[in-house]
């Protein structure tokens, strides 16, 4: 159960009605979104209590539920979710534009990134990628050049204009990714780090979350309502591939999971291509396959030197074939009404 309380109810109203709920057995928790405060409940109440509570003074709405979600339910939100990124929302996902982030899996160094955030931008995208913190199945392959990675990365998005995202790792690093850049992205191995989640969703930013390698839909959908029963509703799925038995690819990508979830959460979805197949030629492919199916966007990695890359770069799209990719989607894209943006960044030259 969700009861959203009126924009300018009072502490007493809303104590009233956790009162309400307190002596028929729900324990509440406490959320607020929009400046609207609510109380939430894991069980859905009896519809003598659900009317109870909708005549209770300064409620506004009482939304029973039966199933798990809450928060990210189709119930609590019909519409479709557009979550902007960027000072003046340079990307866009959820809408009728298709948004393709692209860039290194990790920062190397400065004319690594000068090189591939210049072939990105050429090609169009709209949003900048790149790890500053590198979670890595062994503890002795590169972990990202941390803070210092950060700071490069924070170059880039000054110098073009365009919005960035980089994962968060720990709680503690929240507050300095957040002042760094535009989105913080949860990676497949930190799904379920639920203190992380929170404090993700405490920071003020979007929130890019990656389905966990072995995780249901269900369990995805449940860790993004940790990130906005934290207060925050700007959150976008990442399908980027699930384990299976096959290792002909790096993992499977479940593209029926794109389509499932699009229908049930008003949340944007999108498809990480690259770390799902780990085979160049194969994102390409996928990614056509994700436009068509109703995905919002794409996260892409592209190296200029991807045979020196300090992480993944076998999966990496080389600048020609990144390229390549983005005039073979705009004919996909307009297929199944959506459009290709436009880059908003300034020339290049200008810096």
């Known amino acids: 159960m969700i009861v959203a309380m009126r924009p300018r109810a009072t502490r007493e109203q809303l104590d009233y009605v956790s009162g309400i709920l307190r002596d ?3 324990i509440a928790v406490s959320s607020t979104m929009d400046d609207i405060a609510m109380l939430i409940t894991e069980q859905c109440g009896t519809p003598e209590l659900v009317s109870a509570v909708e005549k209770a003074a300064g409620v506004d709405r009482v939304i029973a539920l039966s199933g798990p979600q809450r928060l990210t339910s189709r119930e609590f939100r019909a519409e479709d979710t557009v979550v902007k990124v960027g000072p003046s929302g340079e990307a866009a996902f959820g809408g009728t534009e298709f948004t393709v982030i692209a860039g290194p899996c990790a920062v190397e160094g400065r004319d690594q990134m000068f090189s591939v955030v210049d072939a990105v931008v050429a090609a169009g995208a709209v949003m900048v990628r790149g790890g500053a913190f590198k979670p890595r199945s062994s503890p002795y392959s590169f972990q990202g050049m941390g803070l210092a990675g950060l700071a490069l990365l924070a170059e880039q998005r000054k110098r073009t204009g365009l919005p960035v995202v980089t994962e968060v790792v720990t709680p503690g690093d929240v507050e300095c990714v957040a002042e760094e850049s535009d989105m913080l992205q949860i990676g497949t191995r930190n799904m379920q780090n639920f203190e992380l989640l929170r404090e993700a969703g405490a920071s003020g930013r979007p929130v890019l979350l990656k389905r966990g390698m072995s995780a249901t839909i269900e369990e995805w959908l449940m860790a993004a309502e940790y990130v906005m029963q934290a207060g925050n509703g700007d959150v976008v799925l ?4 699930i384990r299976s038995y096959d290792r002909s690819t790096r993992f499977t990508l479940d593209l029926s999971a ?28 996928m990614s056509l396959a994700a ?6 966007g794409l996260l892409i990695d592209v190296h200029t030197d991807a045979r020196n890359a300090l992480c993944d770069g076998a999966q990496a799209l080389t600048a020609q074939q990144f390229g390549a990719l983005m005039d073979r989607l705009k004919p996909v894209v307009e297929a199944v009404g959506r459009t290709l943006p436009v880059t908003p960044a300034r020339s290049l030259a200008q810096v």
């Open 238 to 241: 990442c399908e980027r591939g």
């Open 258 to 285: 794109v389509a499932e979830a699009k229908r049930l959460t008003h949340l944007p979805v999108i498809v990480d291509p690259s770390h799902s197949t780990g085979r160049p030629h194969l994102v390409g492919p």
């Open 24 to 26: 028929q057995g729900l």
């Open 291 to 296: 436009a068509s199916c109703g995905a919002d």
